[in-house]
């Protein structure tokens, strides 16, 4: 230790915080993506595509990602895209995080309760196989040892522009022809 706490602290005020600017949002390739998305959502589904977030026991770093898909910056509620409060009106099952013990039955009960067709899609590393958190006793793994997955969005948390592309992949490759 260098010298008082109270001269570690005036340094630290001083200086620049070590943290990395996020990077410029591209609003034309969203504005695109996001179009693309509702369009292949209306193709398959005949409406735009309904999106229900489930945490069977995640940190909360992904769902800080889902939720700014809602905000101003992303929007997806003009382009026919919308998060429901029910996994009853739900067409896709965003899962965040490692799927626990506790909350592995709840998990199954929210899928039984989506209407078909339905799609499940693994948000981030943990939800993918369990994370930082697997080997845990606490944790049963990713989300596939309890529902079948349909798509898997890599990232410890993914931007939600790796979200949007997975979504329009999903769809695209399940697209009624």
Known sequence: MSGPPWRRLVGNLRTRPAVLPAPPLEAEAVRDLAARLAAAGIRRLGRGLSLHALDPGSCGGCELELRA??????????????????????????????????????????????PDPRFVVAIGDCGIDGGVFKGSYAVAGGVDTTLPVDLVVRGCPPAPEEVLEGLLLLLEANAVR
Do not use: I, K
Not at 81 to 110: C, E, H, K, M, Y
């Open 69 to 114: 898909l809602a905000g101003v910056a992303y929007d997806l509620s003009r382009f026919g895209l919308r998060f429901v409060d029910s996994p009853r009106q739900a067409d896709v099952l965003l899962v965040t995080g490692p799927v626990t013990r506790n909350l592995q039955p709840a998990l199954v009960q929210a899928w039984e309760a989506a």
